[in-house]
């Protein structure tokens, strides 16, 4: 059983899910996906990497521009939670995106694909390469043609500040800022109890960019909206997003 197997119920609990800042992040990463040219015709299918139960798949159906999210995570704890939630136009298949995904899925038919909160979790630049490979491989080549569209956004903790203190508490097991130092997380609630615990992996900018670019993304593009209080980036490739 899997880290997040353990800790599935109580990171999927409304203690988590429905703190201000979280919900904000959802709002705003969905309205910006929402906004993409490549989702203009409201019948878009996305691939939502590291879906968890579907709490930001629910939030990307929600825009109005999202026919169906099909969300990948290795944790089937967190994937039974998510399909006993019934929130329609979401689907779940059980894939570690850290590894190859297999070619029924790579057949064009999603025209975007989002990460969140999930680029810390690979523990490898191995895992990295596999999992930007696994973005470039699920994507609607027609789409990505498109002047200006973007097809693949997803959020990180921020590279300068990878120690967040809002309702978190982090602490360095390795070396602090350097590639693949391991960070242990403790969640709060609003009420100050914790709620789980759990491991991430640090990574800078400059190694994220080269791997994406080695996977065939192109230039990665970083925002930190004001939303976001300092302690997360969002990171897209494809054109430029509001």
């Not at 521009?65 to 979401?90: C, H, Q, T, Y």
């Not at 997803?154 to 693949?180: F, K, N, R």
Request: hydrophobic share 40%; with cysteine.
């Amino acid at each position: 059983m899997g880290e997040y197997d353990v800790i599935a119920e109580q990171f999927s609990s409304p203690k988590r899910e429905d703190q201000p800042l979280w919900n904000k992040m959802y709002a705003v990463v969905g309205r910006m996906v929402g906004g993409s040219p490549s989702l203009s015709d409201c019948s878009a299918v996305v691939a939502d990497f590291g879906c968890g139960s579907g709490r930001f798949g629910k939030e990307l159906i929600d825009t109005g521009k999202v026919n169906l999210v099909v969300g990948f995570d290795g944790s089937a704890e967190m994937l039974r939670i998510g399909v006993e939630r019934r929130i329609p136009g979401l689907s779940f298949v059980q894939q570690d995106i850290f590894e190859k995904i297999p070619e029924q899925w790579c057949r064009g038919i999603f025209r975007f694909v989002t990460a969140y909160n999930v680029i810390q979790c690979a523990s490898s630049e191995d895992q990295l390469r596999t999992f930007f490979q696994n973005v470039q491989s699920l994507l609607n080549v027609s789409v990505g043609k498109l002047e200006n569209t973007v097809q693949f956004v997803a959020v990180l903790i921020h590279p300068g500040h990878p120690i967040p203190e809002v309702q978190a508490v982090s602490t360095w097991i390795d070396c602090a800022m350097v590639d693949g130092s391991r960070i242990h997380t403790t969640l709060y609630g609003v009420d100050g109890g914790e709620i789980c615990s759990f491991q991430n992996y640090y990574w800078r900018k400059e190694t994220l960019e080269r791997i994406a670019q080695s996977a065939g993304l192109g230039n990665l593009c970083w925002q930190c909206p004001s939303e976001f209080d300092g302690t997360s980036l969002i990171i897209f490739s494809g054109g430029r997003i509001s």
